[in-house]
C-alpha cells in the first residue's frame, strides 16, 4: 500500500509565513526574474479565475486586489527538507515528487505502528512539522497515483484509503485534470480536454495503441495511470546533510562575494562527516537584501573534492543573483565517490615507464593503460551526452597521397 502526503500551496504557505495569511486573502507568488507568470495562487485568488502559470497582466486583470508575495525557494526547500526527514525518522522510505508532494511505502511500516490507520496517523503529524500545524492531505492506495488521487479528494482529517480491488473503478470517476501532478503528463491536460477527454474512465477506455501514436510515451503512460498501473516507488537514499552558510555584511556583490563563496567552499570540505567523499551535486542559495530568496542547484560534470575547481564553477552561478545577497549558504544535495577513486586522465604508471622489452610488448594490456582507456572512453561519452554526438572526432588518412589536402583526412566519430 502506498501512502500519499499532499501539502496543498506548499510554496505560497512558505512564502507567506503561514496558513494564516493566506486565509480571506487573494495572493499570489510573485513572477521570478525573466518571467511574467505568477507562481502558486491562494483559495480566494482562485475564485476570481485566477490560476497558477497564468500571465500577470491576465492576474491582474481578473483581481485587481491580487497581492504578490515575493518567492522564498530557500525558504521553501528547508521546510520541505524538514518535513522529509520527520517522515524518514518515523521509518518510511520517501519519494519526493516535488515540494508539498511526497509518497511512502506502509507495507514495512504495520508491525511498528500496529495497523495501517497508525502509519497513516503517523505520516499526518509528521506533515505537520513544517506547516505551523497545517494537517495534510493523506491518502493510501495500491500504486502512488491512486494513492494521489485519494489524497485530492479527502476534505476532512480523516484518511481515504482505495483497495486494490476497487482501484480502477474509483479512478475512472477522477477528472483527467489530475495528470497535472505528473510531469511526463503534465502537458497532455488542456489537449485531451479539447478532444472531450474529461475523466480517466474515458482515456481508459481508449485503444492504448491509438493514445500512443497520438501522444507517444506520454500518452503511454497516461493510458497506464488511468487503467490503474504505475511505475514502483523512486525514494531516495539516506545521506548526510552538510551545509554552510555566511552573513555577508558589506560583501552582497563583486569580488567580495566570491571571497565569501570560497571560504563556504573551505569550510564545507573541511567538515569531518564528508569522510573523503567527493561532491557530486550542491546547492547553492541567498537571502537577497530586497526580500526573498534564490536557490540553484549545481551539479558538477564530474564529482570534485578540489577547493579550487569548486570556486571556479559555482562562481560562474553568482552571476545569476537576481538582487544583492544580504547572506550566502552552499549545501550538499548529493555526494560523490570517495576522493581516492577521483586520479588524472592521462596519469603515466610507472610500470609503463621502466620494464624490459617484454614487458613494453605487453603495455597495452597492463592495468594502467586499460584504466586509461577507460577513463579516456568515459570522458568521450560524456562530452557526446553533452555536446552532441560530433563532439569528438579523430581524423582518419584515406588518401594520404592525394594532391588535394581535404581529401586526405577526413574526420569521423572517435569510438574510444
Known amino acids: 500500500m502506498v501512502v500519499c502526503l499532499h501539502l496543498p500551496r506548499f510554496e505560497l504557505v512558505v512564502a507567506a509565513a503561514g496558513p494564516q495569511a493566506l486565509a480571506g486573502r487573494a495572493l499570489a507568488i510573485a513572477p521570478a526574474p525573466g518571467s511574467q507568470r505568477v507562481g502558486e495562487v491562494s483559495g480566494a485568488a482562485e475564485a476570481f479565475g485566477v490560476q497558477a502559470g497564468m500571465p500577470m497582466g491576465e492576474a491582474l486583470a481578473r483581481c485587481p486586489e491580487l497581492g504578490l508575495v515575493p518567492a522564498d525557494p530557500l525558504g521553501v526547500a528547508q521546510a520541505w527538507e524538514e518535513t522529509a526527514h520527520a517522515l524518514e525518522d518515523m521509518g518510511a522510505s520517501v519519494e519526493l515528487e516535488r515540494a508539498g508532494l511526497a509518497y511512502f511505502e506502509a507495507d514495512g511500516l504495520r508491525g511498528m505502528y500496529g495497523g495501517e490507520e497508525r502509519v497513516i496517523a503517523a505520516a499526518r503529524r509528521a506533515g505537520r ?39 480502477r473503478r474509483y479512478l475512472a470517476s477522477q477528472p483527467v485534470s489530475l495528470l497535472r501532478f505528473r510531469g511526463a503528463t503534465e502537458a497532455l491536460v488542456e489537449p485531451l480536454s479539447r478532444l472531450g477527454v474529461r475523466t480517466l474512465g474515458e482515456l481508459a477506455a481508449l485503444e492504448r495503441d491509438a ?4 501522444f507517444g510515451a506520454p500518452g503511454t503512460l497516461a493510458h497506464r495511470l ?3 498501473e504505475d511505475t514502483p516507488l523512486r525514494t531516495r537514499p539516506l545521506e548526510d546533510r552538510l551545509e554552510e552558510g555566511m552573513e555577508l555584511g558589506g560583501s552582497s556583490s563583486g569580488a567580495a562575494l566570491e571571497r565569501v563563496l570560497g571560504v563556504l567552499v573551505d569550510r564545507l ?20 537584501v530586497e526580500g526573498g530568496t534564490w536557490q540553484e542547484q549545481v551539479v558538477f560534470r564530474q564529482a570534485l573534492s578540489d577547493a579550487t575547481r569548486m570556486r571556479l564553477a559555482l562562481s560562474l552561478r553568482l552571476a545569476a543573483l537576481p538582487a544583492p545577497a544580504e547572506a550566502l549558504r552552499l549545501g550538499v544535495a548529493r555526494f560523490g565517490p570517495p576522493s ?37 572512453r568515459e570522458a568521450v561519452c560524456q562530452m557526446r551526452a553533452v555536446a552532441g554526438p560530433d563532439a569528438a572526432l579523430r581524423a582518419l588518412y584515406v588518401d594520404p597521397d592525394s594532391r588535394v589536402p581535404e581529401r586526405r583526412v577526413v574526420l569521423t566519430s572517435f569510438s574510444g
Request: aromatic share 0%.
Open 129 to 167: 512539522v513544517a506547516t505551523g500545524g497545517r494537517s495534510p492531505r493523506v491518502g493510501a492506495g495500491p500504486t502512488r497515483f491512486c494513492a494521489l488521487a485519494a489524497a485530492l479528494t479527502v476534505r476532512s482529517r480523516r484518511a481515504a484509503v482505495v483497495e486494490e480491488r476497487r482501484a
Open 211 to 214: 493514445v500512443a501514436d497520438r
Open 226 to 228: 488511468a487503467c490503474g
Open 269 to 288: 570540505l573541511a567538515r569531518p562527516e564528508r569522510r573523503g567523499r567527493t561532491l557530486g551535486t550542491v546547492t547553492l542559495s541567498a537571502r537577497l
Open 340 to 376: 581516492g577513486e577521483q586520479c588524472a586522465l592521462l596519469q603515466s604508471d610507472r610500470s609503463e615507464v621502466v620494464g624490459t622489452a617484454a614487458e613494453g610488448a605487453l603495455r597495452a594490456v597492463c592495468p594502467g593503460a586499460q584504466a586509461r582507456r577507460e577513463r579516456l
